[in-house]
């Protein structure tokens, strides 16, 4: 994240962050004989003064945890997306081939069956430009994929309209 710094000067003991309200830094010397600070003691008090209050962003970073796929619960491995914006996710450990048709994209469970699909010309049931997504199924191929999900990762019967998720065209 961007790096915030602060400068003071003359006799000032407090700054005022976004969000924060007044902030105490430490003093050096008496009024009197206040010396300017220098932006390294500046901000290792701020920075001080803003853990002491656990705001957050003070500190530590926090590193993020894994990206859940909320569909399916899978963690996320990486996505992939086609020049028409379309962003399908591959799961951790599977892998992303081409489908039967050479224009479509499926993303696969690391055991090879399908995750998400991409038909940017259909299939022969229905013509019409789709996606589908899929629980963990058996195996490769539409024999091996698990049960049809919808957008919101209900199961339906895979003839369901819901089942053939809209695409950018």
């Given at each position: ?69 909320r569909n399916t ?37 690391p055991n090879r ?9 259909g299939h022969p ?45």
């Amino acid at each position: 994240g961007a790096t915030s710094f602060a400068m003071f000067s003359g006799s000032q003991t407090s700054a005022s962050a976004a969000g924060v309200g007044r902030v105490p830094i430490k003093s050096f010397g008496s009024s009197g004989n206040t010396q300017p600070l220098k932006q390294t003691e500046t901000q290792k008090s701020f920075n001080a003064a803003l853990a002491s209050r656990n705001v957050e962003g003070a500190g530590k970073a926090k590193i993020p945890g894994p990206t859940i796929d909320r569909n399916t619960g899978k963690e996320v491995g990486r996505f992939i997306g086609d020049k028409k914006g379309n962003i399908m996710i591959e799961p951790k450990g599977g892998s992303t081939v081409p489908g039967k048709n050479p224009v479509d994209t499926h993303t696969l469970y690391p055991n090879r069956s399908n995750y998400q699909r991409l038909n940017p010309s259909g299939h022969p049931k229905d013509p019409t430009p789709h996606g589908h997504g899929h629980l963990e199924g058996t195996g490769p191929n539409m024999k091996g994929q698990g049960p049809s999900i919808d957008v919101n990762g209900n199961q339906v019967d895979l003839w369901n309209p819901t089942a053939h998720w809209e695409i950018n065209k």
